[in-house]
């Protein structure tokens, strides 16, 4: 049975049931057969929209509507009349002007998207790319599909969060994805000041220190310091740093053999994780990658189809 289809794809918390496990079965599908797909969506327009720097999600939306036959147009909002002193939703309203079928926005304030999904007409879909600290949840999506990809268990598994899960959206939709998805152990590490909200934190296990966190996982997901968004905060030096914090060979010799390393990227080397563990054998960090065309092809086309 097919599930509801929202209008709109804001976070993960408040998509219908039944939908992202569609999201994610169709996704597998379309990586199996991305020919198939190439015309599904001809003639339709998707319009990127971003307040953020962005390389792997502004890249692979683009290129997995162009993978469906879509038209796309690029909005950075640094080249834009954003510059003059336009508002989001005047320049969203806009851009919608031009009959866009899809928008998918990037932007630095939390809950910044749900303004434009209330002034959106019938047939006009928002994606979130990002909005704050708030959510991601295409981020979570690809994530969750390349672990049902890669671990015949799932969602038997111990995973591991860990790094600067206080500004990081991908540990609110990643985690509220894991919940949903029935994933057995969540497990979060910060360092001091960084740990993530009480919501994030219900149901998981939370560790203070990262080499007990470790211990007999079968996933760590390491983060980045989040420095734009830190305003004033002290954080050790980057050497300090990786010593206390960073995912090291040693200190992943503390998990389960076959441990997965994931990472959403940008990664910053040699302070949250180490060259040799990033670029190791046990590293699915250009897997992500790769899923994240495939993901955002299936949000794409559960929306508009
Ligand atoms: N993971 C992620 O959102 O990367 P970008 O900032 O490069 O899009």
């Not at 599904?40 to 999600?57: C, H, K």
């Not at 038997?156 to 994933?183: C, M, N, P, Q």
């Not at 004033?232 to 998990?255: K, V």
Request: aromatic share 4%; glycine share 8%.
């Amino acid at each position: 049975m097919r599930p509801e289809v929202p209008d709109h794809l804001l976070d993960i918390e408040s998509a219908p049931p039944g939908f992202l496990e569609h999201v994610l079965d169709l996704a597998a599908r379309m990586r199996e057969n991305p020919a198939n797909w190439s015309r599904a969506q001809e003639g339709r327009l998707l319009v990127n929209l971003f307040y953020e720097p962005s390389t792997r999600t502004r890249v692979s939306f683009e290129i997995a509507a162009l993978r469906l036959g879509m038209r796309v147009v690029n909005i950075a909002a640094s080249d834009s009349s954003v510059k003059k002193g336009e508002t989001l939703l005047d320049t969203f309203r806009t851009l919608a002007a031009m009959a866009p079928d899809v928008v998918v926005v990037r932007h630095p304030e939390d809950g910044a998207l749900a303004p434009l999904a209330a002034a959106a007409a019938p047939g006009l879909h928002v994606v979130n790319a990002g909005d704050g600290s708030r959510s991601h949840p295409t981020q979570a999506l690809l994530d969750a599909l390349t672990l049902r990809t890669r671990c015949p268990g799932f969602p038997a598994l111990k995973v591991l969060v860990a790094g600067d899960l206080r500004h990081s959206r991908v540990t609110r939709s990643g985690v509220a994805l894991l919940k949903r998805l029935g994933v057995s152990e969540i497990r979060l590490c910060a360092p001091p000041g960084l740990e993530a909200g009480p919501r994030v934190s219900e149901g998981v296990r939370y560790f203070e220190d990262l080499d007990s966190a470790l211990e007999g996982v079968d996933v760590v997901m390491m983060l980045r310091i989040q420095h734009e968004r830190l305003a004033g905060m002290a954080i050790p030096d980057s050497e300090t740093y990786h010593r206390r914090w960073g995912l090291t060979r040693e200190r992943l010799g503390r998990a389960a053999p076959d441990c997965l390393v994931m990472h959403p990227g940008p990664m910053n080397r040699g302070v949250e994780i180490a060259s040799d563990v990033a670029d190791g054998p046990q590293s699915v960090i250009l897997e992500q990658v790769a899923n994240g065309v495939f993901t955002r092809m299936a949000v794409i086309q559960a929306l508009l189809d």
